[in-house]
C-alpha cells in the first residue's frame, strides 16, 4: 500500500461490497462505522490540536461535545427520539468514518478545517475549548452531509441502470 486511498479501496472492496447503505439514519445508526470513527476523530482532533498548540500529543473528543456538534448540524432527526450522548457521538464518528472510507473527505483537509474553526486561544480552558470542538465538529458535519447524500443518490441511480 503506497497511500490512504488503497487503505480506503480495501474497506470499500471488503466490506462495503455486503452492505449498502440507502440513507445517513442508516449510516449514523452503524455501530461498525462508529467504532471505527472514534479512533478517526480522535486522531483528526488531536492532529489539528497539535498544530494550534505546537506540540504533539493525543487528546479524546467526548461524546458531550459530539453531540452538541449533531445537534447544531441539525442532524438529531437521524437518531430516535431518545438517544442519548453516546448514541449521539456513535452517529457523528459513524458518518466521519464512512465520509473517509468513501473518499467524501480526506484527513488532511478534515484536520485543515478543524484547525481554521479554533484558536490557541480556546485551550485556555475546558469550557472555551468545548465550544470550539463543537463548533469544528459542526462545521465539518455541515461539510460532508450534503456530500453523503449526493453520494448515496449516485450510487442508486448507478445500480438502477
Not at 479501496?9 to 461498525?32: M, P, T
Amino acid at each position: 500500500m503506497n497511500n490512504m486511498n488503497d487503505i480506503r479501496q480495501i474497506i470499500c472492496n471488503a466490506i462495503f461490497s455486503r452492505v449498502s447503505y440507502k440513507s445517513l439514519r442508516e449510516i449514523a445508526q452503524d455501530k461498525g462505522l462508529a467504532k471505527l470513527g472514534d479512533a478517526l476523530v480522535n486522531f483528526i482532533y488531536s492532529l489539528a490540536k497539535s498544530l494550534i498548540l505546537g506540540k504533539l500529543d493525543a487528546w479524546k473528543v467526548s461524546d458531550a461535545v459530539l453531540s452538541q456538534a449533531l445537534e447544531n448540524a441539525s442532524l438529531l432527526k437521524l437518531l430516535p427520539k431518545r438517544s442519548d450522548k453516546h448514541s449521539r457521538g456513535d452517529a457523528v464518528e459513524a458518518l466521519l468514518a464512512y465520509a473517509w472510507i468513501m473518499g467524501i473527505f480526506d484527513i488532511k483537509n478534515a484536520v485543515m478545517l478543524l484547525k481554521d474553526e479554533m484558536k490557541r486561544d480556546d485551550f485556555s480552558n475546558k469550557s472555551l475549548e468545548k465550544i470550539a470542538a463543537v463548533r469544528a465538529f459542526k462545521k465539518l458535519l455541515e461539510e460532508i452531509k450534503p456530500k453523503i447524500e449526493t453520494f448515496l443518490i449516485m450510487r442508486k441511480v448507478k445500480k438502477e441502470l
